[in-house]
């Protein structure tokens, strides 16, 4: 069977798979979380052993410059409490109220004529990602709980651990009532290609990686894209900062996981905390193994320090043009001075990505105008950027980052994967129907009266 062909029947079968789904109950989705939770404590370490087999595999590559480091820290299962985590999160979602069937606006068009626009699953959903594993069980527990069929598609780099990944979800559900099409790996780019033009079947891309994947993806599809392409953000110091929060908030905006998307990449100090509050930053960040590319202001007053910082030699230089627009991904931190918060706010529009920017201050009115100018799916106050998180914000676990302005934005759970449709109910006994309605003697005008409803009555 050619590519093409076999793009066809998997896409063919997701998108019949999720047709057939959409009349299974709720409490049916939250037995497949459990049994897909079950199935993981129970392959824990078979999985972290195909994870660790990556790794090694990951290590020669970066060894060989083929590779990135960061692409290589993503890949880590064991690290910190990423297992655990992921495991909460398919609890987490299992709990979450089900997002379908919701009732956002309902009228009564006429006597006996009711109008509802309720919440449904977008459909078939697409997921490219690189690298980071537990992307598989994110997205799977949050298809699953919102209705929604998935096609995922990993990185090679991952390749052992996915398997055994998508091995425990089939065996859960096979335990359910869920088709076993419901949830589908592929494997190559070219399945990938071919999918991206099958937009009759696939309903929505997620793609999760590198700016080049992302980008590559947008460029070669009529179907939806959801996601972002950079994680360019930045921590904007105001000159009314407190100077303990300022070192938390940078410290950890930066050093938390460097390789993480809401990991800040641009510091932005107001010119008079220069004296003030730069100097106890730069040290903290030094101390942390944080490289500083400098501006010329930012870098003068480091010069003057006394005693200067011992890897001040190796961790601080002149930061080029290019420092600004470039997601770092590493412990790299640009940093750039201005007059200004509304300086501030124009440099973050024009050269951010949009995704989490955070200003440290003490005066509400600049916070105030700070979220309301900065134009990024997340606009924070005295807070690591790093909250910018599915999990974090309470969504249970989250399919990506969206920094476009349309349907989704943010941290993307159960909200983002559902749409909504229309549903019409006539009650009447001859039906309803609309050459009835309109201007002129013997037509009828429409009542458009408020429904209290949170959902459709049949």
């Not at 939770?37 to 590559?61: H, P």
């Amino acid at each position: 069977m050619s590519t093409e062909n076999s793009a066809e029947s998997i896409a063919k079968a997701s998108k019949a798979a999720f047709e057939a789904s959409q009349l299974i109950p709720s409490a049916e989705r939250i037995k497949a979380l459990q049994e897909i939770r079950n199935e993981l404590e129970a392959a824990k370490d078979a999985i972290l052993a195909a994870n660790r087999t990556d790794l090694e595999a990951a290590q020669k590559e970066v060894d060989a410059g083929r590779m990135s480091s960061s692409l290589l820290k993503r890949l880590d299962l064991n690290k910190g409490d990423k297992w655990d985590s992921m495991l909460q999160g398919v609890t987490d979602v299992a709990e979450l109220p089900d997002p379908n069937g919701v009732v956002s606006y309902a009228s009564e068009l006429d006597d006996n004529l009711e109008l509802y626009r309720v919440s449904c699953p977008i459909g078939v959903l697409l997921v490219i990602f690189e690298a980071r594993p537990e992307v598989v069980i994110n997205i799977v527990s949050l298809a699953i709980k919102s209705g929604n069929a998935a096609i995922l598609k990993g990185g090679k780099e991952s390749n052992e651990t996915t398997q055994l990944l998508s091995k425990a979800i089939q065996n859960a559900l096979s335990k359910t009532a869920i088709s076993s099409n419901y949830i589908q790996a592929i494997q190559t780019r070219a399945e990938v290609s071919a999918l991206l033009e099958l937009d009759q079947y696939i309903d929505l891309v997620i793609p999760r990686g590198s700016n080049s994947l992302v980008r590559n993806i947008q460029n070669n599809t009529r179907i939806p894209v959801m996601g972002h392409a950079d994680g360019l953000c930045s921590v904007y110091v105001d000159d009314s900062a407190d100077l303990k929060k300022a070192v938390r908030v940078v410290v950890d905006s930066k050093v938390d996981y460097p390789a993480a998307c809401n990991s800040a990449e641009t510091l932005i100090l107001h010119q008079s905390a220069l004296q003030t509050i730069w100097p106890d930053v730069a040290n903290a960040l030094l101390a942390a193994d944080v490289k500083l590319l400098c501006d010329p202001s930012s870098l003068e007053v480091l010069r003057t320090l006394s005693p200067a910082p011992s890897n001040f030699g190796t961790h601080v230089e002149a930061a080029t043009p290019d420092a600004y627009t470039t997601e770092h991904l590493s412990l790299t931190l640009s940093v750039l001075t201005l007059p200004s918060l509304e300086a501030a706010i124009s440099h973050i529009n024009a050269h951010s990505s949009h995704h989490t920017d955070c200003i440290v201050t003490e005066d509400q009115a600049a916070a105030s105008k700070f979220c309301r100018g900065v134009d990024s799916a997340g606009t924070f106050v005295n807070a690591s950027t790093r909250f910018a998180d599915g999990f974090r914000y309470g969504f249970g676990t989250e399919v990506g980052i969206s920094t476009a302005r349309i349907h989704a934005r943010g941290p993307v759970g159960l909200e983002g994967l559902v749409t909504y449709k229309y549903m019409l109910r006539s009650k009447g006994e001859q039906g309803h129907v609309v050459g009835e309605f309109g201007v002129g003697e013997g037509k009828k005008g429409y009542k458009h009266k408020r429904i209290d409803a949170s959902a459709v009555p049949f």
